[in-house]
Each structure stands twice: as structure tokens, then as C-alpha cells.
């Protein structure tokens, strides 16, 4: 769902399911109630529930903000403008286009004024750490109807359920598609079907087809507009291969594999926090790449409803880091006059040479981390010798007991602090702020000796990580 702005998909003929039913005005409101409103489902099997709304408020009432916020005007700040996607409404907190239906349903609700104007809503999850664990898995999952609206009167209509990578959210998504963006149900122009996808990588192009993602293509939804159905994403870290497989109405239809890219790719738009979106747009190259709109004939104020957004996650085994096994002494706080650091050994935090906003503390897996770290901290790493380059990537033990919706950013700059990251990942809370874990992001090629930088950002004031050690690898 995310940019940019010419996302284009093979052209393919537009479908029209006709629904003809006559039933007594008693039934049709029953079975509109039953269809309208359903309990959050019991935990698939080995999964325990970590998140859940059912959209049980007052009619006409806004979202809670402590668990959504709401996307407002044309872009990120900073971001892309038009989402990056070319959709041309303006996005509101109104309650006139995102409300509680008093039915159990978030509607999002795109209007077009007297002047031609388009007015509609996008909420994203104040939560950026939907995962999976090493060896676990985690299913997020809603119960929606698309807007019931078909043929010339859907022109330009994109409704959208998907997920973000967490380091999108403190740089207004400038790090797409590295971080990588789940679409679990995508439709368009009003046509009787649903698109998945994954994008990732670099674009245009790299593993993942950008812009256009790699795709399960258009997939029959007949029904899709007039009733309510579920649409799920699991990702599977307790297989080998890893796998994301998309359901809709629990009936697996699309999958894809770690190994169909290479181990970078994937772990940078897997191996970390997700946070889910919700909205419709109007516009924008994907409703283009099917016959275009909106036109004069679009209809104005046909709502997504959303029954329950869920999220459920399984445990996992532990995570591992790399093979080197940090010392349980603490190393001198610097690089001796004139020594050098192997970019390719294992650095222990604690022994930079220059820093600010942080402190030490003693670490639960041995010796000392580096604590207190959040938006604007920096760690200086000196002499740090990456030999001919080769560089593959770079991993960090980090730990997290950051509260909801706090997250943010590791950066590797070179030689200042003010020079472009190169190389980042992002991080969320992972159990506590001595549950450590193994984060790995691409970086790309270095030679010769340098001045490390770890830079950190966030979009909220908190401290959200703490460093024990980290390297980079050939």
C-alpha cells in the first residue's frame, strides 16, 4: 500500500460478480446482524492473543488513541507526498470519515465534497511490535467488508489492510521498501477480488519486483463487497524455510518462502516489530493499473467496515547471535592511542570512546551494556578497520522494555554524526530491558578504517533500547 507513486500491475480484464438474492425483510436484518458483528476468534492452536480491537464503541465515536493514531493530510512528515502512491484524499481524524458504526464495526469512510475534494482516514497501531519470536510465529488478522460499492460507481476506490515495518514510523517510511510492508488484503476499483503482497528490498527492482511487490496477483472474492470476510497473514519462524502465508476465510492461498531471496533481504523485512494500517484511498497508481479513477461517476461515502483486528503470537526458542561469545569481563572503556578495532569482531558497547545521553549498567549476560539510550543519543567508535570492505551486514545485541507504541531506530554512521546512515534497524520492545536479542541490517560496503558511529532515533521522547554489544560481518 505504501509508495511510491507508479505502482503498476499487469493489466487484467475487470470482473463483475452479480449477487441476486430475495429473502424476507426479518431474515435479511438478522443475518445482517449476524454478518455485522463477530467475537474476536479463540487462539489458533500453540498462540496466545497479544492484541485485539472489536470496534465495540458508541456509535459515531472516534478510535481509543491509546491504542490507534490517526494518519492526517497528504503524507508522513517528511514522507513521500500523495502516501508515495499517487492517491490524491486528504486524510482526517473526523469522525465523518472514521467512526464506530454502533454495530461492532470501524467504518472508514471516503467523502468528495461539493468542490470535488476527497476526504477518507488511514489508522495505524500505536504498537510497533507485532513478531515473530526465533521460532515462533505471529498471525494478524481482520474481519472487514470492502466498500459496497462496484462498476463505475468504484472508480478509484483502494481499500487496504497491511503492515509496516516499525523503523518506518520514526523517518516517515523514507526506509521503504527495505523494512519491509505485508499486504494482507488490497482491492481496488471496486472488482470482486483481493491482492496480497510483500515488498522489501530496494526499488525500483531487487528481490521483490518493486514497485510492484511480490504479489499473489488478483485472487476471487465474490461477495467480498456485500458481506464480511477475514484476511490473515502468518509468519512462520518455527519452519525451514521461514515462511509468510496469506489467508482469506482461513483457506491458505498464497506463500512465500525466506529462500526465494537472499538471507538480508528477508530478515530486514521480517526479523523485527510490525504495526498494522487500515484505510481507503482514492486514486493512486494501483486503482490506475485497472482502469483508473475517480471519475464524475464515483461514488461519494461507501465505507470499509471492520469487524475485529487481532493479533496472536506463538513463543519461540531462543535467540541466537552471532558465534562469538561476548567476554563476561569488562574491556577498557577505549581504544588505546594508536590502536585499532577489527570492524568484524564483536565490540562491546560500553567501550566507546565518546558518547552522549547514555550510562552503563551492569548486564545480565555478562559484564556491562550501555543503558538510558533514546532520540538524539550517540555512541563514537574509533579506528574501526573494515580492511578491503566485503562488509555483509551488521548486528546488534539489544533489549527493550520500552511501553506501547515506543520504538526507534539503530543507525551506523561513518566519520560524523552528521553524515547519512549508512545502514539502520529498527527496535521495539523485546520482553524487558534485559531481554536481549540478536538484530541483524543491511549496511552497505565499506573500505578502510573509519569513525563508527551508532546514532538513535525515535519519534517519541522515551528511551526504548539498550546496547550489550555489536559487529559488523563479512
Known amino acids: 500500500m505504501n509508495p511510491p507513486a507508479q505502482r ?14 430475495t429473502v424476507a425483510a426479518v431474515a435479511a436484518s438478522a443475518t445482517f446482524v449476524l454478518d455485522a458483528e463477530a467475537a474476536v476468534p479463540g487462539a489458533p492452536a500453540g498462540m496466545s492473543l497479544v492484541f485485539s480491537d ?20 497528504t503524507s508522513y512528515p517528511g514522507g513521500a507526498p500523495n502516501w508515495g502512491t499517487g492517491e ?15 454495530n461492532g464495526n470501524l467504518a472508514i469512510k471516503p467523502i468528495r465534497d461539493s468542490g470535488g475534494k476527497w476526504t477518507s482516514g488511514r489508522v495505524e497501531t500505536q504498537r510497533t511490535d507485532f513478531a515473530a519470536p526465533v521460532g515462533g510465529k505471529v498471525r494478524i488478522e481482520a474481519r472487514l467488508q470492502q466498500p459496497n460499492v462496484s462498476g463505475a460507481a468504484a472508480a478509484g476506490y483502494w481499500p487496504a489492510f497491511w503492515a509496516m515495518g516499525a523503523a518506518a514510523r520514526p523517518v516517515g517510511a523514507t526506509n521503504w521498501p527495505s523494512i519491509g510492508e505485508w499486504d494482507i488484503m488490497e482491492s481496488i476499483n471496486g472488482r470482486s477480488s483481493v491482492f496480497a503482497a510483500l515488498h522489501c528490498g530496494v526499488n525500483p527492482g531487487g528481490p521483490c519486483n518493486e514497485t510492484v511487490g511480490k504479489t499473489s496477483g488478483e485472487r476471487a472474492c465474490p461477495g467480498c463487497q456485500t458481506s464480511f470476510h477475514t484476511y490473515a497473514v502468518e509468519y512462520d519462524r518455527s519452519t525451514s524455510p521461514e515462511q509468510l502465508r496469506w489467508y482469506l476465510d482461513g483457506q491458505q492461498y498464497f506463500t512465500i518462502n525466506s529462500t526465494e531471496m537472499d538471507a538480508t533481504t528477508w530478515n530486514n523485512a521480517t526479523h523485527h516489530g510490525m504495526f498494522i494500517i487500515l484505510n481507503v484511498a482514492i486514486g493512486g497508481g494501483f486503482p490506475d493499473a485497472f482502469g483508473g479513477g475517480p471519475t464524475a461517476a464515483t461514488q461519494s461515502g461507501a465505507a470499509m467496515l471492520v469487524d475485529y483486528v487481532a493479533v496472536w503470537q506463538s513463543s519461540g526458542g531462543p535467540t541466537t547471535g552471532p558465534t562469538t561469545t561476548p567476554p563476561t569481563t569488562t574491556p577498557p572503556t577505549t581504544t588505546p592511542p594508536g590502536g585499532t578495532r577489527d570492524a568484524y569482531a564483536l565490540t562491546e558497547a560500553e567501550s566507546f570512546n565518546a558518547s552522549s545521553g547514555v550510562q552503563a549498567e551492569a548486564c545480565a549476560e555478562g559484564g556491562q551494556d550501555v543503558a538510558s539510550v ?19 551486514d551488521f548486528v546488534a545485541r539489544v533489549a527493550s522494555g520500552a511501553g506501547n507504541g515506543v520504538s526507534g531506530l539503530i543507525e551506523v554512521r561513518l566519520d560524523s554524526r552528521g553524515n547519512a546512515p549508512i545502514g539502520s534497524f529498527a527496535v521495539a520492545n523485546t520482553g524487558g530491558w534485559q ?12 573500505t578502510g578504517k573509519h569513525t563508527v558511529f551508532l546514532t538513535f532515533a525515535s519519534g517519541q521522547p522515551a528511551d526504548f533500547v539498550n546496547v550489550n554489544w555489536f559487529q559488523f560481518r563479512r
Open 435 to 446: 531481554s536481549w536479542r540478536s538484530v541483524p541490517g543491511n549496511v552497505g560496503n565499506v
Open 54 to 73: 472489536d470496534f465495540s464503541g458508541a456509535a459515531g465515536t472516534g478510535l481509543n488513541r491509546s491504542d490507534w493514531l490517526y494518519d492526517i493530510g
Open 88 to 102: 490524491i484524499e486528504t486524510m482526517t481524524d473526523s469522525t465523518q470519515n472514521v467512526f464506530h458504526d454502533g
Open 374 to 392: 533514546g532520540n538524539g543519543d550517540w555512541l563514537q567508535y574509533d579506528n574501526v578497520d573494515f580492511g578491503t570492505g566485503g562488509v555483509r
Open 8 to 21: 503498476t500491475r499487469p493489466r487484467r480484464s475487470r470482473r463483475l460478480f452479480a449477487v441476486v438474492a
